[in-house]
């Protein structure tokens, strides 16, 4: 790890790199992508492995940042595709919840005449 910046000798800080997707923020984070040579990091038949926080220090006088991976893995293995098989459970449930909340009201006022 470097003590003080290559470019001007200036001091670093510690930081992160803020990822604020889908309403929250994380930090991101570095995985080993078993297909990168893919162009669509998105693809769902991608596995991702060892998972590790970007660790980023920025220097005080000009400014440039530099972005290390963390020596300790956060995660072993995730797949995407489990990702999408968890959407379509909660949409599906969702729509059946709706429907008995929907349903119901309508049958009790149908079978009292």
Do not use: H
Not at 32 to 41: G, P
Request: charged share 15%; net charge positive; with cysteine.
């Amino acid at each position: 790890m470097i003590k003080s910046c290559p470019d001007c000798s200036g001091v670093l800080e510690k930081g992160s790199i803020l990822d604020s997707t889908y309403g929250g923020i994380n930090t991101s984070m570095y995985v080993e992508n078993n297909q990168a040579d893919n162009n669509s990091i998105s693809s769902y038949k991608n596995t991702f492995t060892n998972w590790r926080k970007i660790i980023a220090y920025r220097c005080k006088s000009c400014n440039r940042i530099f972005n290390y991976a963390s020596p300790t893995i956060i995660k072993k293995s995730s797949k995407i595709i489990n990702n999408v098989y968890l959407m379509v459970a909660m949409i599906l449930l969702i729509l059946i919840i709706v429907g008995i909340i929907t349903f119901v009201p309508y049958m009790m006022i149908i079978s009292n005449p």
